[in-house]
């Protein structure tokens, strides 16, 4: 864009501006994947060459992160990420240096925040010759403000039958052995219960998450080994 002055048959240009409209970044997807990183996926717009991904969180701070086309095949494009929730907006870089941009309607992807629930099996304290029941330990890790619709956790139990017992796949591969409301989770203050031991050994032990908030939270899991019981 330019100005132009026109007088009669002269016309004189004035200053110009260059202005592009990059495309819209499609299939955009972010997950979490550990040490403070987000990993974020899409489908390369035709003719970009480089894609400009902008973080916002906590309401304050923004990460700019521009990839090429080749260093985003070759390596993917991650970013630094709290905790807490962030979004996410991709853009296709500008092609001329100083040019005014003028973005697509939409394309944040928003991720809530890193809500975790924990579990571990707590050998029971020893009593004169023997060990009393062990203790089921869940903990809550939650940045910020609680959310009101927190999952059930359960415990699940399978039978080895003589064997070594296998996994329980789904809440439904077993017994159902214990219930820990959502509600009842507040970060700092771990819910301990004990195990019930009504169940023959051997058998492996197995948590999950249930509920509408479920998928917004993620389980974290002791070793396989631990939650044998022979």
């Given at each position: 864009?330019?100005?132009?002055?026109?007088?009669?048959?002269?016309?004189?240009?004035?200053?110009?501006?260059?202005?592009?409209?990059?495309?819209?970044?499609?299939?955009?997807?972010?997950?979490?994947?550990?040490?403070?990183?987000?990993?974020?996926?899409?489908?390369?717009?035709?003719?970009?060459?480089?894609?400009?991904?902008?973080?916002?969180?906590?309401?304050?701070?923004?990460?700019?992160?521009?990839?090429?086309?080749?260093?985003?095949?070759?390596?993917?494009?991650?970013?630094?990420?709290?905790?807490?929730?962030?979004?996410?907006?991709?853009?296709?870089?500008?092609?001329t240096p100083d040019a005014v941009v003028v973005p697509p309607p939409g394309g944040a992807v928003r991720v809530?925040?890193?809500?975790?629930?924990?579990?571990?099996?707590?050998?029971?304290?020893?009593?004169?010759?023997?060990?009393?029941?062990?203790?089921?330990?869940?903990?809550?890790?939650?940045?910020?403000?609680?959310?009101?619709?927190?999952?059930?956790?359960?415990?699940?139990?399978?039978?080895?039958?003589?064997?070594?017992?296998?996994?329980?796949?789904?809440?439904?591969?077993?017994?159902?052995?214990?219930?820990?409301?959502?509600?009842?989770?507040?970060?700092?203050?771990?819910?301990?219960?004990?195990?019930?031991?009504?169940?023959?050994?051997?058998?492996?032990?197995?948590?999950?998450?249930?509920?509408?908030?479920?998928?917004?939270?993620?389980?974290?899991?002791?070793?396989?080994?631990?939650?044998?019981?022979?």
């Amino acid at each position: 864009m330019s100005a132009l002055a026109v007088l009669g048959p002269r016309a004189v240009a004035g200053p110009g501006l260059v202005v592009e409209c990059p495309p819209a970044v499609a299939g955009a997807r972010v997950e979490r994947v550990g040490g403070g990183r987000a990993r974020v996926t899409f489908d390369w717009p035709a003719e970009a060459g480089e894609v400009a991904a902008t973080v916002e969180q906590d309401g304050a701070s923004t990460v700019h992160r521009v990839v090429a086309r080749s260093t985003y095949v070759r390596e993917g494009l991650y970013v630094d990420v709290a905790p807490s929730a962030f979004s996410v907006t991709l853009s296709a870089a500008p092609r001329t240096p100083d040019a005014v941009v003028v973005p697509p309607p939409g394309g944040a992807v928003r991720v809530p925040a890193d809500i975790a629930v924990s579990y571990r099996i707590v050998p029971g304290a020893r009593r004169a010759l023997r060990r009393g029941p062990s203790l089921l330990r869940v903990t809550l890790s939650c940045p910020g403000e609680v959310p009101a619709d927190l999952p059930e956790f359960v415990l699940v139990a399978r039978s080895g039958n003589g064997r070594d017992p296998v996994r329980p796949r789904t809440p439904t591969d077993g017994t159902t052995l214990l219930r820990v409301g959502g509600s009842t989770l507040t970060p700092g203050s771990p819910v301990e219960l004990p195990v019930p031991s009504g169940l023959r050994p051997p058998y492996a032990l197995r948590g999950f998450l249930l509920g509408e908030g479920a998928a917004d939270v993620r389980l974290d899991e002791p070793s396989p080994t631990t939650l044998v019981v022979r």
